[in-house]
């Protein structure tokens, strides 16, 4: 490899921190921009489907090889269900149910505190900083949902409880293919992480009674998150696990929330309120906290 292929190489690894986290704070605001023309498991099962051809295609072009191992599917298998259906359903659905992309962004982003204190509980205790971390964290994250309740349907048993369940489909997927998906190749894994969120996603599509209607925002929604995001953001966050700890890599999700509330802000019009500055920074400055003390 040349001096200037391996600058560019060095020069992509760095980039793609920030990458992953410009890409994945779209996730939240292609949900709200796709919600009033399609329900949300339907258009999720749509777009695991086209990802599912795009990927096969790359595999086959490329002629990359699938895992070889039957224990390997299954474990790419139970990682697609958790980090695409579990999550995304979670997050869409939430959206599609009132809540806003900032505030779920928000929500969904404590995941390294989550996984932080799991592996503390499981290889040791946890420090006098990550449990000022935990309470920095979930002081912001109170202050922030406690504003939003009597706000109309944003905050509400349901819309609670889609967005907790991706928040922990989403750090289970992380723990769960850091401990047990060994190195192969993204394009055959991401291939099998699709199927297996397509056959469960697919069910409960078809219980849906709304129908897609296909206009320039759903079709614009869906080529963003078929492309951007599952070709793109699903691969970078697998190839960055790959090549770091698990809590390193969801440290980065501590960045999507303020990201995510300027976007909403600036294309839906989400108000940004002191109140919610303040609670963003306590969660980001308590996930800090307890990520540091992990490492």
Excluded at 154 to 182: D, H, N, P
Aim: aromatic share 10%; proline share 4%; glycine share 10%.
């Amino acid at each position: 490899m040349t001096m200037a292929a391996t600058a560019r190489s060095s020069g992509w690894l760095r980039a793609m921190p920030a990458v992953f986290v410009l890409i994945w704070s779209t996730g939240f605001i292609v949900a709200r921009y796709g919600m009033p023309y399609a329900p949300p498991l339907k258009f999720l099962a749509v777009r695991y489907a086209l990802c599912l051809v795009c990927f096969g295609i790359w595999v086959a072009l490329a002629r990359v090889a699938w895992p070889k191992e039957r224990a390997q599917w299954g474990h790419l298998a139970v990682t697609g269900v958790l980090m695409q259906a579990g999550y995304l359903g979670g997050v869409w659905a939430a959206v599609h149910a009132g809540m806003g992309a900032g505030l779920v962004a928000l929500l969904v982003g404590i995941q390294p505190v989550l996984t932080a204190v799991w592996l503390s509980f499981n290889g040791g205790r946890i420090s006098r900083r990550q449990w000022a971390g935990l309470v920095l964290g979930f002081t912001g994250l109170v202050l922030v949902v406690a504003r939003k309740f009597g706000q109309g349907s944003e905050v509400s048993a349901l819309t609670m409880g889609l967005a907790v369940m991706a928040l922990l489909s989403i750090t289970a997927g992380t723990l769960y293919q850091k401990r047990f998906v060994a190195p192969c190749d993204v394009r055959s894994a991401s291939a099998v992480q699709m199927a297996a969120a397509l056959l469960v996603t697919l069910p409960f599509a078809l219980m849906e009674t709304q129908a897609i209607e296909w206009n320039a925002h759903s079709m614009g929604a869906m080529a963003w998150s078929a492309l951007a995001l599952s070709l793109g953001g699903s691969s970078l966050l697998y190839m960055l696990i790959q090549r770091g700890t698990a809590t390193a890599v969801t440290s980065l999700l501590y960045l999507v929330p303020p990201c995510t509330a300027v976007m909403a802000w600036l294309l839906f019009g989400e108000p940004i309120t002191v109140v919610t500055l303040l609670g963003i920074g306590l969660t980001a400055a308590g996930v800090s906290l307890v990520v540091r003390s992990e490492r």
